[in-house]
């Protein structure tokens, strides 16, 4: 049979879901000779990614088959892509290049300037993978964790941090992703978490703050929250401090008993900002861009671009 790249439908999720769980486990015993647990992604967070970049997830077809997936994140002009996998039994046979040459496609279409994606810091293999189709490794970025408390009644209320309200106006957030990035733009992160439930924004004036936090399941039986975003004018540490302590608190009293993190080595916090606060190091992963500039230090930056 020859292989075919369409895109993702919904009725594709299931057979995505159960591809990347068997993907995921080979990987962690071929690489590090660890049998790691099935950690199956949910429905809920595939329609989310579906609904964000409905042209941009793909599926990697065999006849009937299915053989591999990837997904693509547009935010103005950064354009990314993961999870992608391949079915073991066919890696090394030019699927994934398929998959990577159609998200690129795809991602350009949207007017992305800036292409890119992250894998593990670890895995000379996939480093060796991108880097034969012309993507060039950048900084380190780290997967933190902590785990969460349980909340004392008085610590639920804040002193400056209000939730975002939708049609809040998000110029002086543009402005400074702007900063970061020229074009960068998460608007479409403040309304899939708005629309679809997927956790909670929290902003302050105050260095123009502003965090999502998403506490829907992106795992099966998983209790952990992520930290989808945390920005704030630089030298605002303080106040994205706050910010931070009032996503754990949300996410501790909707029963999370985790927080996990993704943060980027160009700029800030360092990590001893979040040692501080009692995170632990999970991994490490490298940037890596095909095309485009990368981000500055321009402002404080926390976010989660790898899916
Ligand atoms: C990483 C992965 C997606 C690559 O897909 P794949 O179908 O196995 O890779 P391809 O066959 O398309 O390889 C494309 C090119 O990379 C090269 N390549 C692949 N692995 C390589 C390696 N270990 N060293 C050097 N080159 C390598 C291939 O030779 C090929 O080059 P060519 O076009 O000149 O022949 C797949 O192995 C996978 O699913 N891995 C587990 C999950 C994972 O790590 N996902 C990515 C997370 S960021």
Redo the contacts with the bound molecule.
């Keep these: 049979m020859g292989l075919a790249i369409r895109v993702m439908e919904l009725s594709d999720i299931p057979g995505v879901v159960e591809l990347q769980a068997i993907?995921?486990q080979d990987?962690f015993l071929k690489e590090r000779n660890m049998q790691v647990p099935i950690m199956k992604r949910t429905r809920r967070n595939m329609e989310y990614y579906l609904a964000k970049d409905p042209g941009g997830c793909f599926v990697a077809m065999d006849g009937n088959r299915m053989v591999?997936t990837i997904v693509s994140h547009t935010w103005g002009s950064v354009g990314w892509f993961?999870?992608?996998?391949?079915n073991p039994v066919i890696?090394?046979?030019?699927?994934?290049?398929?998959l990577v040459t159609e998200s690129i496609k795809y991602l350009r279409s949207r007017g992305c300037t800036t292409v890119g994606?992250?894998?593990?810091a670890s895995?000379a293999?996939?480093i060796?993978?991108y880097n034969?189709?012309g993507f060039k490794a950048m900084s380190l970025s780290h997967v933190l964790y902590k785990r969460l408390g349980d909340v004392a009644p008085e610590e639920v209320e804040s002193k400056r941090a209000r939730r975002f309200q939708p049609g809040d106006n998000l110029d002086e957030y543009k402005a400074l992703w702007n900063n970061i990035l020229p074009g960068l733009d998460y608007s479409v992160e403040i309304a899939s978490t708005i629309e679809r439930e997927l956790g909670h924004i929290w902003v302050m004036d105050e260095g123009h703050a502003h965090a999502i936090v998403h506490t829907y399941e992106m795992f099966e039986e998983s209790q952990n929250a992520i930290m989808k975003l945390l920005v704030a004018e630089k030298g605002h540490e303080a106040v994205a401090s706050e910010l931070l302590d009032r996503c754990e608190i949300v996410a501790s009293m909707e029963g999370k008993t985790g927080m996990f993190i993704r943060t980027y080595d160009v700029n800030p916090p360092v990590l001893k900002w979040f040692f501080e606060r009692g995170y632990e190091l999970q991994g490490t992963s490298i940037r890596l861009i095909l095309d485009g500039p990368d981000e500055t230090d321009a402002a404080f930056h926390v976010s989660c671009w790898s899916g």
């Design positions: 993907v995921w990987h591999g993961g999870p992608l996998e391949v890696q090394g046979t030019g699927i994934g290049k398929a994606c992250e894998t593990m895995s293999r996939n060796a993978f034969k189709l």
